[in-house]
């Protein structure tokens, strides 16, 4: 069995912090690699139109400024491996990537793995999730359901874009909350609660997904959390908006998360972890902003600090 291959920097995760961190290490002729795994490019790959990353008055694609980082780290040295981290261990140093199929050995790590979409769990989500009418994406998924019913579950800036976007496919969406009032920013709220094809259903819990026998769905049964009426929407699409979780499993050991989840970085710093030499970045340490453009200036400031890092310690 061969020795595991030796890197000065592995970053793992392929949206904007870790690309940008690949794009700051690479230029600092670090030859960084980053790990891939299963969505590359991050969550903003599935998002048509970002209207509030600078630089772009028009806006730009999602799929294609995550395909411009990727080829703009490329540039500067990077390389890209597809796997899946189970585990990190820093007992020792050089830190031990440890994937499915093999190990990495890193002299620094940086962690930049997001966030992934929080479900609601009521049955027939899971049954019914996947081309069968309950998703997660509108972008992805919108087109499927041109001139139908559909709901979106949800009351932040997510599910009132959801809502927003799948009004140019959709007949009728239902917006789902819990709550009287959006959660949303007040523009984002202002355009979902004002847009003609869409109808706040409030106060309201989902219970459960309707059509599992069907092997479609056929609609969505909710109860009123006020008057505990229930009823059924009768919508052929449902889109899940409630939040994320992040994706910090395999790293618990080396760094220290709180009780959502989320990396918890060093007291001073929102990269540094309590290991030397390992660092995070993005939305897997950052439940606050969630935003492209901050997930972007937490990627640079690992990448800077792990150049220090590694020009004092020898890297």
Not at 74 to 87: A, L, M, Q
Not at 121 to 148: H, Q, S, W
Not at 177 to 195: F, N, Q
Request: glycine content about 12%; proline content about 5%.
């Amino acid at each position: 069995m061969s020795a595991p291959q030796i890197e000065n920097v592995v970053i793992v995760g392929t949206g904007c912090a870790g690309l940008t961190a690949a794009i700051y290490t690479g230029r600092a002729n670090l030859s960084p690699l980053v790990i891939e795994g299963s969505l590359p490019g991050g969550q903003l790959t599935t998002t048509s139109e970002v209207e509030n990353f600078p630089g772009f008055p028009e806006g730009v694609d999602g799929f294609m400024l995550m395909q411009n980082l990727r080829k703009q780290a490329e540039k500067f040295g990077t390389r890209y491996e597809s796997g899946t981290v189970v585990s990190l261990d820093t007992s020792n140093w050089p830190h031990a990537l440890k994937l499915t199929d093999r190990e990495i050995k890193a002299k620094v790590v940086i962690v930049a793995t997001g966030a992934s979409p929080r479900m609601t769990g009521i049955p027939g989500e899971k049954e019914l999730y996947g081309g069968k009418g309950v998703t997660t994406c509108a972008t992805c998924d919108g087109a499927f359901y041109r001139n139908m019913d559909v709901a979106v579950i949800g009351g932040g800036d997510s599910a009132a874009e959801e809502a927003l976007f799948l009004t140019r496919f959709a007949k009728k969406v239902y917006l789902v909350h819990r709550r009287d009032t959006l959660r949303a920013s007040k523009i984002m709220a202002d355009r979902a609660t004002s847009h003609p094809k869409i109808e706040c259903v409030w106060d309201s819990v989902p219970l459960t997904v309707e059509g599992v026998g069907e092997g479609s769905v056929s609609g969505l049964k909710i109860k009123n959390v006020k008057t505990n009426a229930e009823s059924v929407l009768p919508v052929k699409g449902i889109f899940v908006a409630i939040g994320h979780v992040p994706n910090t499993a395999p790293f618990k050991e080396a760094v220290d998360t709180d009780d959502q989840g989320y990396f918890v970085p060093l007291v001073g710093s929102q990269v540094k972890t309590k290991t030397p030499g390992v660092y995070v970045a993005g939305d897997c340490a950052d439940h606050h902003y969630r935003q492209a453009i901050t997930a972007a200036g937490m990627g640079c400031q690992a990448a800077i600090e792990a150049e220090r890092w590694l020009a004092e310690h020898g890297g």
